[in-house]
């Protein structure tokens, strides 16, 4: 006759989090601080979980949510409406949208250039803040040139100003995580745009192989 045995509880906490945000931690710091002052049988016990976004290409339904966020987003580059509309329609196998329970917290648009269809160009990329996922930005556009490199994009490219600090991070652990160089240029400079606008410094990253 088989061994049957029950299986075991999982074990009981006092506190669930769900997600690690600005809120949470505060919870977590104050657990802490909690169990560094009371005896070892007064401590609570704590567990966070980390909620884990979802990715899925664009639809023009997404447009308003994706054009909202841009426009709440400093450092951004604002579109019309009717753009993302088109690029949600047009370049969707090129792009990607995150979401938490079917809630929209970010997207990305690129394109594959028509003249090097080898060469993957990411236009924009904006996330929701307080979403309570780390590395949002990065995850999304990690998971966004992996569905570009397995179809035979061997480069990455991005024109971003020198203050955007947090893209340019980004960009850096891309070419980190495929062991890629990165090349910098200006693809346009100020002088072309009215208004005092920046150099557009082209970053190029490659070549790309896929894991």
């Avoid at 009371?38 to 990715?55: C, D, H, N």
């Avoid at 400093?74 to 019309?80: A, G, I, P, R, W």
């Amino acid at each position: 006759m088989a061994d049957v045995r029950p299986a075991c509880p999982a074990p009981l906490v006092d506190l669930v989090g769900i997600g690690f945000g600005p809120s949470n931690l505060a919870v977590a710091i104050a657990v802490s601080e909690h169990n560094g002052s009371v005896p070892g049988q007064q401590a609570l016990t704590a567990r966070f979980i980390e909620r884990q976004p979802e990715f899925r290409p664009p639809e023009p339904a997404d447009a308003v949510a994706a054009w909202e966020l841009v426009a709440n987003t400093s450092n951004l580059d604002d579109n019309s409406l009717y753009y993302y509309m088109i690029w949600f329609r047009d370049f969707a196998d090129a792009s990607l949208v995150a979401t938490i329970d079917d809630a929209f917290i970010g997207f990305l648009t690129g394109y594959r250039r028509p003249g090097e269809p080898d060469v993957y160009f990411v236009w924009q990329e904006a996330v929701q803040p307080r979403h309570g996922i780390p590395d949002l930005g990065v995850k999304l556009f990690e998971r966004a040139v992996e569905r570009q490199v397995a179809t035979g994009a061997k480069f990455v490219e991005a024109s971003v100003s020198a203050a955007n600090k947090s893209i340019i991070m980004v960009l850096r652990k891309l070419a980190k995580k495929y062991s890629a160089e990165i090349e910098k240029s200006v693809l346009f400079s100020a002088d072309h745009f009215p208004g005092g606008h920046h150099d557009e410094i082209l970053y190029r990253i490659g070549p790309l192989t896929a894991a």
